[in-house]
């Protein structure tokens, strides 16, 4: 009886170690084609602000402060927010995401960026 317990525990840690895995192989994927799809833009010295692009890549290639974005789209500040796309941001706040964008690149014009 005792066996047949190990052999249960060890085989649900072998399957939540492989969903994991699975889980974050998917994410890098994900990111990877993203940054395969855009890899001339991001090498250029285009500011503009996209709707394929993250919080946190619009901060770090604008200069834009974290505030001014989510002021903009009207969330709160939060860790998985800021490695959404914009289109998925807007999406799930019911926003209209090519007046959102043109209005942060509206911004970005007025900072002179």
């Known amino acids: 009886m005792k066996d047949k317990k190990k052999f ?5 840690l072998l399957i939540i170690l492989l969903l994991l895995t699975v889980v974050f192989a998917a994410r890098t994927i994900q990111k990877y084609e993203t940054w395969k799809q855009h890899k001339e833009y991001l090498k250029s010295d285009n500011k503009t602000i996209q709707d394929w692009m993250s919080v946190n890549l619009i901060v770090n290639r604008s200069g834009i ?3 001014l974005i ?3 789209l009207g969330i709160k500040e939060s860790f998985t927010n800021d490695r959404k796309h914009l289109s998925k941001l807007c999406q799930e ?18 900072r002179g960026i």
């Open 65 to 67: 402060p974290k505030e």
């Open 8 to 12: 249960v525990f060890w085989s649900l």
């Open 93 to 110: 706040n019911n926003l209209n995401c090519t007046q959102v964008v043109s209005e942060l690149n509206r911004l970005l014009g007025e």
């Open 70 to 72: 989510y002021n903009e």
